[in-house]
Structures are given as structure tokens and as C-alpha cells.
């Protein structure tokens, strides 16, 4: 069945804003991954005086809610503090657009965190925040998750109760997720989006990732 898309989803999809590369940026990033299907890459010039966004521009490698959702990430931090950049949420691009199918959340939380994650090497490289390692536990792993959108139901993972554990042990992350037997069509995507997300942190720890059935069988 074909995806139902807003009006503002297909003009930014057909007709995207500040899509290309700045040379010599003050900041940028790269979320996602090409193997997962989507990724998106900022790169933007920062006052260093005032920390305003004074110009931001996007390429994407994914669908059209993939460039829409970035197209329009850009419109909604432009001319912003990186201050208040930082308080927008991963759905707040979805919303602006008038809304996504629940399967296409997850390029919100993409576009929205590909920018955060330019600010914060930013943040970094001025000395605004320290670059210390990450202490990897698992409330720091359940908070990541919360990027994982669960496809049929467009909300994160952690909020429709499918992580029934996460634990730390030494250089292993486990993560349990329990499905509906009539969502195991999702359980390889929830895998790898789980997997990234992780990995993502750049941790040196290996993930561990089981999948199972609400009736207590492994998918």
C-alpha cells in the first residue's frame, strides 16, 4: 500500500531548502548509515560570538522522507543559538511537516540528531564541552534507544515497552526486545536501527542483540 504523505512532506521532498555542502564549515556530521538506508549530512557556519546558526546545508542518502525531514530541519534552525537547537525534539521535524507514516518516524530522529551531533563536535572543538569518555551503562543504552522508532507504531522502543532488558557486562551490551508475533516483518530493521544507535556512541564494546516473541521464542 502506497505511503499517505503530507502536503509539506512532498514540497520539501520535491523542492528541498539548503541542500549542499559550505566549504570550510565550523561544523558538521554524518547520522546514519547507507547499509540501514538512510543517511544525512549537515555541515554549517556558527557565529562564535553570538553561537547563531547563520547557515546550514544537507545531503541526503535516503527516501523522500529522508530529504524532506532534513530540508526541513534546516528551515527550523536557522538563525537559532545552538542553545535552543539542542532543546528540539527528534519527532519536532515530523511535526512541523504535518506529520509522517509511522514507519518513516525514524528520519526525524535522524535529521534532528545529525544536526545535534554537529553542535556538540562543535561545542567540542571551542571547548564549550568537554570531550571525556562516555561512561557506557545501561540507563546511557535505554536512553539511546529512545531513538529507535518501532515502524509500525511510530513511537520509540523504550516507550512502547518492547525493551525488556539491557545490560552491561564488561566489553558486552545485551539488549532483549519482545515484539508481537504478527510484528516479526520489523524485527530485522529494529535489529539493525538498534545496532546502529549503539554503535553510534563509538563505544569499543560488542552488541548483543535478541529479538523474541511475546509468546517467549526467539524470532
Do not use: W
Request: glycine share 6%.
Amino acid at each position: 500500500m502506497a505511503l499517505k504523505y503530507t502536503q509539506a512532506t512532498i514540497e520539501h521532498f520535491t523542492k528541498p531548502r539548503n541542500m549542499g555542502i559550505i566549504d570550510n564549515p565550523d561544523a558538521s556530521a554524518i547520522e546514519g548509515s547507507p547499509a540501514c538506508g538512510d543517511m544525512v549530512s549537515y555541515t554549517m557556519k556558527i557565529n562564535p560570538e553570538t553561537l547563531i546558526i547563520e547557515d546550514i546545508k544537507f545531503k541526503s542518502y535516503g527516501c523522500a522522507s529522508n530529504i524532506a525531514t532534513a530540508s526541513k530541519a534546516t528551515e527550523m534552525v536557522l538563525g537559532k543559538h545552538i542553545d535552543e537547537v539542542k532543546m528540539i525534539g527528534t519527532s519536532d521535524a515530523a511535526k512541523e511537516l504535518g506529520g509522517l507514516p509511522s514507519v518513516k518516524m525514524h528520519c526525524s530522529v535522524l535529521a534532528i540528531n545529525g544536526i545535534k551531533a554537529a553542535i556538540r563536535e562543535y561545542e567540542k572543538k571551542i571547548g564549550r564541552i568537554e570531550d571525556k569518555e562516555r561512561v557506557i551503562t545501561p540507563e546511557l543504552i535505554k536512553k539511546v534507544l529512545t531513538d529507535v522508532i518501532h515502524p509500525k507504531h511510530g513511537k520509540n522502543i523504550i516507550d512502547n515497552n518492547n525493551v525488556i532488558r539491557v545490560k552491561v557486562e564488561g566489553q558486552d551490551i545485551y539488549v532483549v526486545v519482545e515484539l508481537e508475533p504478527d510484528e516479526e516483518m520489523f524485527a530485522a530493521n529494529i535489529h539493525e536501527e538498534i545496532i546502529e544507535h549503539i554503535e553510534s556512541m563509538k563505544c569499543t564494546h560488542e552488541v548483543i542483540v535478541k529479538i523474541e516473541s511475546r509468546t517467549g521464542e526467539f524470532i
